[in-house]
Structure formats: C-alpha cells, structure tokens
C-alpha cells in the first residue's frame, strides 16, 4: 500500500441490551459500511453497556491508539441512564452548556405527542426536553429525527480547558442515537459538518472487490495466496481476506485505485488455478446468478420455471428460491415430502425405488426432481433426499450424507451425493447451497 | 444485590469481515450470554480486524481495566493472516512452542480431509497443521472441533518472561475459534479447566428466566412492571429486562437464589395481568410447544400430524416445523404453491376462490389448510397466503397483509389475517411466527 495516513476510526455501540446480547447491533455494521465508503479506516467497534465509567475508558483507548474520528451510537435518550453526551463531553474537554434555541427546537417536536397523550406529567416532559439540549461547548449539533439531538464533538484545541501541559489533539467524536431509523439520516448530516470534514481530510478512497469459489477447502485459496506471491504478483498492495461462508470461499480485496492492475493480475492467477471453482467474480451470490439464469437473462433465453421436491431440507430450498422479490415470474413451487407415503402420493415415487434403494437414494432423488417438474409444471427440477440427523443413520448411510438430483427436459439429469459435516441445522443449511449450485450447474449446461 | 468483587470480562471479535460488517458476528452475544449465566460481568466486546497490533491493543486495554478474563474468537486457521494465539501469546508475556502431541493429533483430523480432496498440496497442509500446534507454552489446550484447537492461556507468573519490574497478574485468555459451531462446544471444555474457573473463582451463582408472551405490545410490559411495583412486589432486587424477537415480548429475569420468592411473585403479577398473552413461563419457545402437542404430550393424547400449503412464507413455514429432529413423526410435509395454477392443482383451492376473492383471502387460505390436510393426509392443515412485497399490492390488500387458517377434524376452522411492517424478509419470517402460535391454538383447543 501507499504510505499515506489514512483517517481511522473506532465505533462506540452503547447499550447493555445490546452488550448482554439481548439485542442485535444493527448500527455497527452500518456505519463500518458508510466509514469503508468514505475512504476512512475502522480500527475497532466496542460495544458497552450503560455505564459511564466504562463508556469513558472505550473512548479514552480509541483516543490513545491515536484514532482521528469516534462514532458512538445509544444513550441520547431523556432517562438520566442516558449519559453519552455527558461523558462524551467530559473525555473530550469540553464544559457542557445548555443551548436555549436547541431546547425550544425540542420543546416544539415534543408539543404535538403532549397534546397525543393528555395525562402526560409536563414537569417531567420539561426535565427530559432540558436535559437533551444540555450540549458539549463547542459542539455541531445535529438537528434531532426523533427527539435527541446528535453531536459533532472536536477535540478542545490546544490548551483549551486542558490542564496537560502538553496537549494533543485527539478524534472528533460524533454522537448519533441508538434507533437506526434516527441514526442514518443523522449520519447523513454529520457527514456534512465542517467538524467531520476536518477530521477524516486525508481519507483515501478504496476499491473493493470480491471472488468467490465453491468446492475448495479455505486452505487451498491460502496456497494460492502463497503461490500468487511465488509467481510475481504484489500481493502486498492489495489488502486481501478469505473467509468461508454457507460452504462457499470468499476472497475479499481491497485496494487503492492506483493498484487496479495488481488486483487484475491476482484475479487472473486465481482463475487459472480455480477456474472450475471460481464461480463469481463480480460480486454476484450463487441466489442472484441462478435467478439470472432462470430469467434467461444475458443469454436472451425465455424464462425457465423450477420446482422442488424436497425431503431433509424441509421446504429450505424452496425458501431460499423464493427469497428474492419477483421469485414467482420462475417458481413454480415445491413439494415436501417427509415420509414415505407423502413421497409417493405427492412427488409421484415409486414404492419399489424406495423399497430397492432406500429413502436417501441416487433413485429416489431423481425420482423426486422429476416428480417435482412434472407435478407443478416446471422446467427444471429438483430433488433433494438425506439425512439431516440426529437420528436415523446407519453404517452404509451416515448422518451429513445427501442425494440430489436437478432434471430438466433438454439435459441428462445430474444427480449426485455429498456427505455434510456439522448439525442438524448446518447440514439442512449447506444443501441448499449444494443445490443452488448443482442449479446453477445446470441451468449453465443445458 | 449482595456486595461482592463479581469478576468482570471482556470478549475481542477478531475477523476483518466481522468489523467491516460483511459477517455477522454471532459470538459476541452468544458468549455474552454463557458468561452471564457463570456470574461474570461483561464490561467490553471489541471486534477488530486481522491486524496484529490492533487486537493487541484491545487485548491490552482490557487488561488495563483490570477485566479478570478475555475471550477472543477467530484468528486460529491455517493462514498465515489467522495470528491470535500469537498475539494473545506475545500480550500475556509466554513464549510459543510447539505441541508435537497435538500436531500429530490435528494431522489425524487432517487425513480424511485429504481423501477427500485428492488434489490438495499435501505441504501446505502439514505447514498450516504445524501452524495451529504452536502454541503459547503454559498454555491449556482445548481439542478442536473442526482443525482448530483452542486455548486458556492464564498470565504469566510474577515476573515470568516479564522485564517490568513490578508485573500484576493479568487476565486470562480464552482463544476459541471463529465457527459458532466450533466455538460452542470449546467454550463447555473451556469452563470446565482450571485455569479459567481459577479466573472467575469469585463469581455469584445467579438464576434466570424467561418468560414469553405473544400479541401484546412492549409498551404493555412497561406499565406492568410500574404497576407490579405499586403494587408491593419489590422488583429493585430482580434485574428484569424486556424485549422484542420476532414478534414476541421476552421478559428476562436475573435474580440471586435468595431472590426467588421475589421472582414468583412477580411471575403470579404477570400472569394475572396478562393470561391470555402469556404463552411461555420455563423457557419453552412456541416451536418446543408446537411439537409436543403435535406429540400428544402430557395430554396422554396421540401424535396427530400436520401439513402445510404456503404461499408467500415459500416454504419457511414448514421448514421451521421441521427444524426439530425427529420432526418427521408428526410433520407429514408441505405444498409450496406460488402460482395459481400451483394452489389448485397441487393444493386443490377452486378457481372460483381465487376468481371471486382474490388469492390473498379468507376462502383462499382456508382453501389451503384443507388441501394441505387431504392431500398429505394430516390431521392439521396449515394454509398460508399474503403479500410479501415489495411489489403487489392493491388499495385494499397492502404489502403485509396476510390470511392463515388451520383447520382440523375435530374443531371449527381458525381463519385471521395479520398487517405485518417490515421488510419482504421481515414479512415471510414473521408471518411463520403467527402461523405458529395459530396452530399452538388450536392444539390446545381441539
């Protein structure tokens, strides 16, 4: 990478319900994607319950590992627990001061919900509208969604309210709600703030990019990494991670816009190694290239309708086709057959392949995908028979191993097995993705 | 609540993908909630990314604030970017040795992987299997669940590889792998060593639970908990929190065992205000219920079966009655009927229905659950029909509407429809939540 001093940030998520796990953090992960837009480098995200003491020390860190911007989310509310722009303002040198003309800009959201709600205690409405305006000096403020302001906090400058002999200027803090709905549009405008634009000045923009592969171990993308190095290419102007989701292998790059031309070599070096396996490389999901696919598109084909027949998965399949808005111009539908009996009378099998072969079978797969296009009228489809456990393994047929089959009337049927690891969940989870992909597998081949 | 030094922790989230918010995390709050269970008191989760220095750092922090254990997740796999046993090794003042005992047993894991993938480089495999056997000396190790092993690594000893001259006693560090399914189970053989219950020695058995209740606002719970304590039930020594997941109100309580006369007098104030609403008061998910009276439990009644007709839930409906194992003595499978022709030729709902009222209708749905029922031969038909959105909608049938009915033999038909907010996701996995509770219904009435 260029030797340029990137802005970093930190994030602050405070909340006990959310530190307790109670509740899911939906803040920071979205203002990691907005700071990653503007070119700003995030170093952490503390998340912190409602306390002062250990509110202050997460600041205090991310100021001392010298941060230049500090993003914090929560404790805005008109409860005295609501403390962050208090302790915000404390960390940051700064007296807090009442802002009369913010304190009526409050008084007026809060006018129509007292006349909403007419045994509202005023006395108290009043107390909770004063303590919101009672600001950091010196602060932007963000004029409120809800009713809670937000805050644009600089660093004192040299000397101010300082008793450091040696003062440094530490990050400019911005304090945004909890509630995402009022927190987003906030963030828009802190954006805008001369006091913000200070602070991230320097930021760089990046470009990102991703690869993904299925039907490799991680560990070979790690020896492709090492052997791309080995072949010349610059592997550390690019910042790159691997990760395996849902039994696929992503490979994330980033890079600076100067560095296209390494990350296209990279990209190459991949493809030649991987070019069975790299299946995107763009960005696009296993979900969207199969629904491409089945809308024709790109190949100027007419639409092609699917189907399921399903037995371990449970209707997950189906699901998971039906996820996107508009599934229903290509699904037709699906069957869950659980039982044997339900196998038979709705997925058209025949007991003696069931009798012969067993349930979880390469017949009764097939049997399953072409009662399923034949039964709801598709063009492709698709069965899916295994064992999701606990229970019901033998020696021949272990838990984790499935049968699938996808048939279509212009193409040999492709079925095959695969044995899953993990639980019930897991392995009901990951043969969807080996069907999306033996999907995608053959709606590209026939 | 007793006065008493209640050890307190941290947990560091490493994995750039986590922090930039590509992958959720799902440790944290898992974690947050096992060390609640064991008494600890969480200060700090910090995610941060695969960058040494940083999630040194955070480890450094935490020690500073005197927490008495540290878990991290993530960083343990084969590549070269997967450093925290180094780094936690480097920060708790412990060299890093290697374990031969423990390589020789993760190449044992190792060999079937290589069977099954007859390409692989076999030396990047034994340089990545040497990898993971380095580890910090002292060191307990955790077997690996999937390759990975995990480790409690207890501070050095008083001035060991420490060139302060005054060292204290640091944190204990717990480092567990990044796959929730690899990580859960370490965590149970974590607890269990001695180096980490030395760690949390001090901490206070507490109890909790949970009660649930469906169909009332949150809102509602606030006033009964005011109300409660006017009237005498002393909740200041019960740690009492309430939220909302998926469409259900969850009223969690912590409380010494000492508290537990408190805690039943708050349960008998809830359940007076709230009888209808109040499905669950010993944990049991409407899912767990669902099943056991599918089972005839505690009833001395017959397993009777159920079977499904989905139209806009595409399947989630009955894949969430199949999530149990075992699930298929009593789920005899589902229709997935997205199209018209689907709902009546595979769920057999005349044309006339669909002509008359619209396929999002009372008549439809109720259609549904008697074709699911006859066709799959059940004894409860579930039919599911609504409007997922985005697109679809009609002024008088907006995006969220949704009509179920559950029919049986023994009982009138239970046909409601629900306006549900949110999200074409939010909409198809809440909607399996009310389908749920309608069923629970009718079980318990029929």
């Known amino acids: 990478m260029a030797e340029r001093r990137t802005p970093r940030a930190g994030i602050v998520v405070t909340g006990t319900e959310v530190l307790t796990g109670r509740v899911k953090d939906r803040n920071g992960p979205w203002l990691a994607e907005r700071l990653w837009e503007l070119g700003v480098d995030l170093a952490y995200t503390t998340i912190v319950g409602d306390r002062p003491g250990d509110i202050e020390a997460a600041l205090r860190f991310m100021a001392g590992e010298g941060l230049n911007v500090i993003l914090t989310s929560g404790g805005l509310g008109p409860t005295a627990d609501d403390l962050t722009a208090e302790v915000v303002s404390r960390a940051q040198g700064r007296e807090m001061v009442l802002d009369e003309a913010l304190e009526e800009r409050i008084a007026e959201i809060l006018r129509p919900l007292a006349k909403r709600w007419p045994n509202l205690d005023m006395d108290a409405i009043r107390q909770s509208n004063r303590k919101q305006a009672v600001i950091p000096e010196g602060a932007t403020v963000l004029e409120p969604v809800g009713t809670a302001p937000g805050l644009v906090v600089p660093p004192a400058e040299t000397g101010y309210q300082s008793t450091d002999s040696h003062p440094t200027l530490g990050p400019t803090v911005v304090v945004l709600p909890g509630p995402p709905r009022e927190l987003q549009p906030m963030w828009s405008e802190a954006v805008k703030t001369q006091a913000l634009r200070m602070a991230i000045k320097d930021a760089t923009e990046y470009r990102q990019e991703m690869l993904r592969l299925y039907g490799i171990p991680e560990s070979e993308i790690a020896e492709t990494l090492r052997a791309a190095e080995r072949g010349g290419v610059e592997l550390s102007r690019l910042e790159i991670t691997t990760c395996l989701k849902r039994g696929e292998v992503e490979v994330v790059t980033r890079y600076e816009p100067g560095e296209q031309e390494v990350y296209e070599a990279f990209k190459a070096f991949v493809r030649s190694r991987h070019a069975d396996t790299l299946f995107s490389d763009d960005g696009s999901t296993v979900d969207e290239q199969v629904a491409a696919l089945l809308r024709g598109q790109g190949r100027g084909a007419p639409t092609r309708t699917v189907a399921t027949a399903e037995s371990c998965t449970?209707?997950?399949?189906v699901a998971r086709l039906t996820e996107p808005p508009g599934a229903s111009d290509y699904v037709k539908g699906g069957i869950v057959v659980y039982g044997n009996e339900a196998?038979?009378?709705q997925?058209?099998?025949?007991?003696?392949?069931?009798?012969?072969?067993?349930?979880?079978?390469a017949e009764v797969a097939r049997a399953l995908a072409e009662g399923a296009r034949t039964k709801l009228g598709a063009d492709v489809g698709v069965g899916v028979t295994g064992l999701a456990g606990p229970g019901g393994a033998t020696v021949q047929k272990p838990v984790g191993l499935v049968w699938l089959s996808v048939v279509t009337a212009a193409s040999e049927p492709l079925t095959r097995s695969v044995n899953l690891p993990g639980t019930r969940a897991d392995i009901r989870d990951r043969t969807t993705t080996v069907a999306m992909h033996q999907i995608r597998h053959t709606l590209l081949h026939s």
């Open 314 to 317: 449970g209707g997950l399949l």
């Open 343 to 345: 196998k038979v009378a």
């Open 347 to 361: 997925a058209g099998v025949r007991p003696e392949l069931i009798e012969q072969h067993g349930a979880v079978s």
